[in-house]
């Protein structure tokens, strides 16, 4: 079966002259039998790449794979850093990796603000695991710890995993202290370092409150906490 249809249909007896050869050539298209549907189609007259249409197994050997959700899977990605050029250009949204990770150097990103603490403060995961305060506490404060505005941390947790984030508390010349704790709104209490909780700042330091939180079971929690002076 022909894979093109000429642009100029001779019948027997006609001229063959410089203007229908040109034709036939120059306005020929692609017949129906150029593509097979599955891997390409014909698209204005050309033949594209069928969406969907190229398998792993035609990229490479041992090529990587996806699924519908657009989640990828590969052996390694070897050679070329990613973020190479540009953190915004080639970055990872989230990264899952099941087994051992190496990693030759690690930048962690923190949430420095500038207000001090007091009340019911929202620390938001998705914004990263070190939250710096640089302005001095103004009075006692419960932290909730949330994914941020539109997701929970229960959300952004399976059972089984574990998230560990620092609070740095700035202190005046008045201390305060955390008193209490929330994860997406719900009352929890930590377990801290040396059975007891805080019940007082360090005046004009940093105290730093390291949490490592596990989920057991969906919305519930341990949390495992400390208090250190930085002064």
Same mark, same amino acid.
């Given at each position: 079966?022909?894979?093109?249809?000429?642009?100029?249909? #001779?019948?027997?007896? $006609?001229?063959?002259? %410089?203007? *229908?050869?040109? =034709?036939?050539?120059?306005?020929?298209?692609?017949?129906?039998? %150029? +593509?097979?549907?599955? *891997?390409?189609?014909?698209?204005?007259?050309?033949?594209?790449?069928? $969406?969907?249409?190229?398998?792993?197994?035609?990229?490479?050997?041992? %090529?990587?794979?996806? !699924?519908?959700?657009?989640?990828?899977? %590969?052996?390694?990605?070897?050679?070329?850093?990613?973020?190479? !050029?540009?953190?915004?250009?080639?970055?990872?949204?989230?990264?899952?990796?099941?087994?051992?990770?190496?990693?030759?150097?690690?930048?962690?990103?923190?949430?420095?603000?500038?207000?001090?603490?007091?009340?019911?403060?929202? #620390?938001?995961?998705?914004?990263?695991? +070190?939250?710096?305060?640089?302005?001095?506490?103004?009075?006692?404060?419960?932290?909730?710890?949330?994914? $941020?505005?539109?997701?929970?941390?229960?959300?952004?947790?399976?059972?089984? $995993?574990?998230?560990?984030?620092?609070?740095?508390?700035?202190?005046?010349?008045?201390?305060?202290?955390?008193?209490?704790?929330?994860?997406?709104?719900?009352?929890?209490?930590?377990?801290?370092?040396?059975?007891?909780?805080?019940?007082?700042? =360090?005046?004009?330091?940093?105290?730093?409150?390291?949490?490592?939180?596990?989920?057991?079971?969906?919305?519930? #929690?341990?949390?495992?906490?400390?208090?250190?002076?930085?002064?």
């Amino acid at each position: 079966m022909p894979i093109l249809a000429t642009g100029n249909t #001779f019948a027997t007896g $006609d001229s063959v002259t %410089a203007t *229908t050869l040109n =034709n036939a050539v120059n306005n020929a298209t692609f017949a129906a039998n %150029a +593509v097979d549907n599955v *891997t390409t189609q014909l698209s204005g007259g050309a033949v594209i790449v069928r $969406d969907g249409g190229i398998t792993p197994a035609k990229l490479s050997t041992g %090529a990587p794979t996806w !699924n519908t959700s657009s989640q990828m899977s %590969a052996g390694s990605i070897e050679s070329t850093p990613i973020g190479l !050029n540009g953190p915004s250009s080639a970055a990872f949204t989230t990264l899952s990796a099941s087994g051992t990770t190496k990693v030759y150097e690690m930048i962690e990103r923190a949430s420095i603000s500038g207000t001090g603490l007091s009340g019911t403060v929202n #620390f938001n995961a998705l914004d990263g695991a +070190v939250a710096y305060v640089t302005a001095s506490a103004t009075g006692n404060w419960t932290i909730n710890l949330r994914g $941020d505005g539109s997701n929970t941390l229960n959300a952004m947790m399976a059972t089984g $995993d574990s998230f560990t984030f620092v609070v740095l508390a700035t202190q005046g010349a008045t201390a305060y202290y955390q008193s209490g704790m929330q994860i997406d709104g719900n009352s929890v209490t930590p377990k801290w370092a040396g059975g007891t909780a805080p019940a007082a700042g =360090n005046a004009s330091s940093i105290d730093a409150y390291s949490f490592v939180v596990i989920k057991t079971a969906s919305a519930t #929690f341990t949390v495992l906490a400390s208090q250190t002076k930085f002064a």
